[in-house]
Structure formats: structure tokens, C-alpha cells
């Protein structure tokens, strides 16, 4: 796989920014075809941004877990953003960086990179406050994904404390107060039921959590019971682990075979 990491002027945050990818390159070893095939001109990749927990940035997949070697092996671009503790929102007291998550950064990333700007080949998953980014994503612009998956935080803010301290980063300068929260394009149970009741195609969904990692399992089982009381097609899954990498990248396996990333080989 190719390795970048690439950094450009955001017009939306007025600043350099940071983003990695992952892109798939030619190996003896994965490939059965032609060199020339493989890099023929105007190719486009199916695509998996991946959002990153608080106090992290654009490397810490790709250090942390096997995410080259997932998408080396099923031939898929990743894009690995870089939002500091923003929890990916237009912020009280700082950036509009939901804006520039869903606006400007897909843009760029297809005008630049071979990335296929088709909705059924764009996808997006997150760990812990990544959850929480990647699920604000996909229902604020259901249009936009095939599908989404949060790992270990796909929940109520306020049913999870993260009001009371309960969080890495300031909540307050993320959202303002609990009544902010409450009808905006951060609170994911509005977005749900608004979602739930419109017509749109709905993207697929999934959530899991480790069993062990409190607040963040009993938040995310209670956001399930949520989905399911207004009809919102929501797939959800735990096991034993806690707030771990160990526990992101065994799930992120799953994750990709439940999306269709997984690559199908000659004589399946």
C-alpha cells in the first residue's frame, strides 16, 4: 500500500491541515493482473474515511492498528482526517470542523486522490469520539455513505456524562451547554428520528461496543434500544474488551467484512 500524509491550506478552518491516506498500490503478492491494468489511467477506489478518538490525530490508525494491511488485502483507499478534540463539530467556542469534515475534506480528497465519488462506494468508521463523528456524519448527509460504523461511543452525550467531565476535551467549547446540544446538528437522537421519519435511502448502520468499557457500553446499548424504538435499522454488537486499541482493531475486521470492503478472490 501507499502511505501519505498530506497536508493543504483548508479554506473552511482558515489553517493548514493534516490528513492521512492509505491507497492502494501494485504487489506481486495481492495482485494477479498486469502492472499496466492495475494503474490504468482514471481508477477510482472504494473508500473508507476512519475518524479518530479524542486526544489523537491522523497517524494514530495506521500506528495503532492493521488498518494497511486490512485495505492493502481488499483493495481500498483509506482517508484518515485530523480534527484535534473538536468531537468533528462546528464548535461554541472554536473551528467549524464539521464543516470542514463534510464539506471541504471529501472534495479535496477526490480532486486530488483516485477516489470514486459514488455514494455506494463511501464509507465511515470511528473509535470513541470518532463514533461520535463518523454517526453525526452519515445522518446529517445520509446521501453521502453506503454506510457507517462507531466503535465504543455511538450514544447520547448527556446520557453518557459527558456534560459532567466525563470526556477528553472540553464539551462546553465543543457544543455549549446540554440545552445547545439538545436539537442540533451534534444531538445524534434527533438526527436519528429525523432520519427514521423521512424518506430517504437510508445507509446501513452499526455500532459496537467491548463490555467492559463503561460509560461508553451502557451508552451505547441504550442508543440501540433508542434506534429500535423508532424504527431506525441499526445492526449492534458487543464482546469483552474495554477502551483498548486491541479491542478497535479485532473490530475493524468485522467491520469491513460487514460492510462489503472485504475483496472477493478468484474462484469465490
Known amino acids: 500500500m501507499g502511505l501519505i500524509n498530506y497536508t493543504f491550506f483548508s479554506h473552511v478552518l482558515r489553517e493548514q491541515v493534516k ?13 494477479n493482473g498486469s502492472v499496466e491494468e492495475f494503474y490504468k489511467r482514471g481508477k477510482k477506489y472504494k473508500t473508507l474515511y476512519v475518524l479518530h478518538g479524542g486526544s489523537d490525530d ?3 490508525y495506521y500506528r ?6 486490512y485495505a492493502d488485502g481488499n483493495c481500498f483507499a ?3 482526517p485530523e480534527v484535534k478534540n473538536s468531537f468533528y463539530s462546528n464548535m461554541k ?11 471541504e475534506l471529501p472534495k479535496v480528497m477526490e480532486a486530488v486522490f483516485p477516489l470514486s465519488d459514488k455514494r455506494e462506494d463511501r464509507y465511515v468508521v470511528g473509535n470513541s469520539m470518532g463514533s461520535h463523528g463518523a454517526f453525526k456524519w452519515v445522518l446529517n448527509c445520509p446521501e453521502f455513505f453506503n ?9 447520547d452525550v448527556e446520557e453518557m456524562g459527558f456534560f459532567e467531565g466525563r470526556a477528553v476535551g472540553s464539551v462546553a467549547n465543543a457544543f455549549g451547554s446540554v440545552e445547545d446540544y439538545r436539537g442540533s446538528i451534534n444531538d445524534l437522537k434527533k438526527l436519528a428520528k429525523d432520519l427514521a421519519e423521512s424518506d430517504i435511502v437510508k ?30 435499522p441499526l445492526t449492534y454488537e458487543s464482546g469483552p474488551g474495554g477502551h483498548t486499541w486491541e479491542f478497535w482493531d479485532h473490530w ?9 470492503l472485504t475483496a472477493v478472490k478468484e474462484g469465490e
Not at 490528513?19 to 492502494?24: A, E, G, H, R, T
Not at 446501513?204 to 468499557?213: A, K, N
Open 78 to 80: 483509506v482517508v484518515m
Open 19 to 31: 490528513v492521512s491516506l492509505v491507497l492502494p498500490t501494485y504487489s506481486r503478492w495481492n495482485n
Open 93 to 103: 467556542h472554536g473551528p467549524k470542523y464539521f464543516d470542514y469534515l463534510s464539506k
Open 252 to 260: 475493524l475486521v468485522k467491520i469491513i467484512g460487514w460492510m462489503g
Open 64 to 69: 495503532n492498528t492493521n488498518i494497511e494491511r
Open 147 to 155: 454506510a457507517a460504523a462507531g466503535m465504543s461511543g455511538v450514544g
Open 203 to 232: 445507509p446501513r448502520l452499526f455500532s459496537c461496543c467491548g463490555t467492559e468499557d463503561y460509560p461508553y457500553y451502557q451508552g451505547t446499548v441504550l442508543y440501540k434500544e433508542y434506534a429500535d424504538e423508532i424504527g431506525l
Open 58 to 60: 491522523c497517524t494514530t
